[in-house]
């Protein structure tokens, strides 16, 4: 009997021994788990990456460190809350905002991980380039029980990316474009010669006595030198045109959309620019000039190393002139072919002259504010013996060169006088308006132009204050001494006078205290496309404030459209000339009028 009293004792004495073993089995795996947990929550608080874990609905559970850092959000804070709110991205390029995450675990969780870049926009608003990629977390049974992201800081690499990237295309002493950069952007601007109808230039500047600053200064000097005069020709040239440091001291810019008169203007400012150029060193005050190479680009221009050995060849040509000079490149066909044709060209402009073939045309100048006058800018034109009519750029270049622009000046003031007197009173509500004239670099320089001016306006019996003579700003500044006494010597008499294509410089507003003027034509480079161009609406606003500061008014060239009418209009400009306001129209020239000018 003691036997049997005792089984029920040793059988609960058995369990109890076994239930101790599973208790401690059970707590030892209880350990396991809480170490390999803290094991886990250790190691997502080392890495360097972030990490957001949510649950099968997209609902935040876990941020580590590094993603709190990173989003702004802490841990707390972002537990609950939709993965969307806590992780906002947006697309890098695009930069419009990309849907969360979510969409990894929608469809049972199909999708695999990805990689990509995107901007993480945090919680204060500051964006972060980051790569960032998305793994569905699965139970044993291959269910999804929610998803992890995973994603890292890239601004560093991306950063690192970019300045390599502008070390390999820019040159380290002046910041510009290298030689390299140059002749792919070159390549890549003939390429589109071949389907877009539009005129382009290059230019390749090589300094003259640049050794010299080097010998008697030191390279330091030089190098010096080269950095200042980089940062003053890149302020000389438009916002689309590409100033490059080719090597040593020789320079190259791409003028994109530039026709070739345009072209000529802006390489004769940057001869200015260097010739006019003055570099302090050490108590010495150093100057160089500079040869400059211009190749027009067209669809026959061939490759970047031809162009390039073209506008090189042309540099030194200049070089081989004197220095310090542009010189403009033609093929040995195209020479000989010019030289034939501008003689035939002069023999015209003389029969011209001996049959009265030139026409006077006018163009309106519109005044954008009321209780201004009206104005026109008075043209010229030229019938060929097929009877057609010449504009001005296919003539007047020879005229020019030939000595005879000044002649064809004194026409177009005897015939626009004769026009006046002959109409005077019955002008049809015009008898107000003010004709704006072209005025040649060689009337400026001729003694005796005043003199024929005064006795032009006092025989025709014209009040001079309906004269307004336009010179450009380029033949104003390269004939300062004799411009200023011609202007000062009209405006005696009544004439005004308008600086034209003004701006192209930048550096013109210190020659107005020298110049009597009383309009500022805004080069029309800055006008045309300043609509969608906040660079260029820039430069006509600081020119049309400066202008009015002055006491000048302004006139907008080359308005071709509405919307550029309205802009000019809302900055505040005076006068708006172009197709916009109305293209050149024939000026009625009465019956009789003088076709030779006056002695």
């Not at 977390?137 to 970019?162: H, K, N, P, Y």
């Not at 890549?188 to 600053?213: P, S």
């Not at 109305?582 to 000018?597: K, N």
Request: charged share 25%; proline share 3%.
């Amino acid at each position: 009997m003691a036997y049997l009293q005792l089984i029920p004792i040793l059988f609960a004495g058995a369990l109890l021994l076994i239930a101790l073993a599973l208790l401690r089995r059970t707590l030892r795996a209880e350990r396991g788990l809480h170490r390999e947990k803290e094991r886990a929550q250790v190691t997502l608080h080392s890495i360097a990456d972030g990490v957001i874990t949510t649950d099968p609905r997209g609902i935040v559970e876990y941020l580590n460190p590094v993603a709190e850092s990173l989003t702004g959000w802490s841990a707390r804070e972002a537990e609950g809350m939709p993965l969307s709110m806590v992780y906002t991205v947006m697309d890098e390029h695009t930069r419009q905002p990309l849907a969360g995450l979510e969409w990894a675990i929608e469809g049972g969780g199909a999708s695999k991980e990805r990689k990509r870049l995107v901007r993480l926009v945090n919680r204060s608003g500051r964006e972060i380039p980051v790569e960032d990629s998305l793994s569905p977390l699965r139970d044993a049974a291959g269910e999804v029980m929610g998803t992890v992201v995973v994603f890292r800081d890239v601004s560093r690499i991306q950063a690192m990316a970019q300045q390599l990237s502008w070390q390999a295309s820019h040159d380290a002493l002046t910041g510009l474009v290298n030689r390299r950069e140059f002749e792919r952007m070159l390549g890549e601007l003939l390429e589109t010669i071949r389907t877009q109808d539009k005129r382009h230039a290059l230019l390749y500047l090589d300094l003259d006595d640049f050794k010299a600053v080097n010998d008697s200064c030191g390279h330091l000097a030089g190098d010096e030198l080269l950095r200042q005069l980089a940062s003053a020709m890149q302020i000389k040239i438009r916002g689309s045109d590409t100033l490059a440091r080719l090597g040593g001291d020789e320079f190259g810019v791409l003028l994109e959309a530039c026709p070739l008169e345009q072209a000529i203007r802006i390489a004769n400012n940057l001869l200015e620019t260097v010739r006019d150029f003055r570099f302090d060193w050490q108590g010495k005050s150093l100057s160089v000039g500079v040869s400059i190479g211009l190749v027009p680009l067209d669809s026959s221009s061939g490759y970047p190393e031809q162009v390039l050995a073209a506008a090189d060849a042309s540099c030194y040509a200049a070089k081989g002139k004197g220095r310090n000079r542009l010189e403009v490149y033609h093929s040995e066909e195209s020479r000989r072919d010019s030289r034939e044709g501008e003689l035939q060209l002069l023999t015209a402009i003389h029969e011209a002259f001996e049959k009265g073939s030139f026409r006077l045309f006018q163009q309106q100048i519109l005044p954008l504010a009321a209780g201004r006058e009206a104005h026109h800018e008075i043209l010229v034109r030229m019938v060929d013996s097929a009877g057609q009519l010449l504009s001005p750029t296919a003539f007047l270049p020879t005229a020019e060169r030939y000595k005879l622009q000044s002649l064809l000046d004194r026409w177009v003031i005897t015939t626009l006088l004769e026009f006046l007197r002959r109409h005077a009173g019955a002008e049809g509500g015009r008898g107000e308006t003010c004709f704006a004239i072209n005025l040649s670099g060689g009337s400026i320089n001729d003694s005796t132009f005043a003199d024929f001016l005064r006795r032009e306006i006092g025989e025709h019996h014209v009040n001079a204050s309906r004269l307004c003579f336009e010179i450009t700003e380029t033949t104003a500044i390269s004939n300062l001494t004799k411009a200023a006494e011609l202007m000062h010597e009209m405006k005696a008499l009544g004439c005004r006078f308008a600086l034209d294509d003004f701006g192209i410089g930048m550096s013109s507003f210190a020659y107005l205290k020298h110049l009597p003027v009383d309009f500022l034509k805004i080069d029309g480079a800055f006008v045309r496309d300043m609509a969608r161009n906040p660079m260029d609406a820039a430069i006509v606003e600081a020119i049309n404030r400066i202008a009015h500061a002055l006491g000048i008014e302004t006139v907008a060239e080359y308005v071709e459209d509405g919307e550029t009418l309205a802009k000019v209009r809302e900055l505040g400009v005076d006068y708006a000339q172009g197709d916009a306001v109305g293209g050149p129209e024939p000026l009625q020239v009465p019956a009789g009028a003088a076709t030779r000018p006056a002695a």
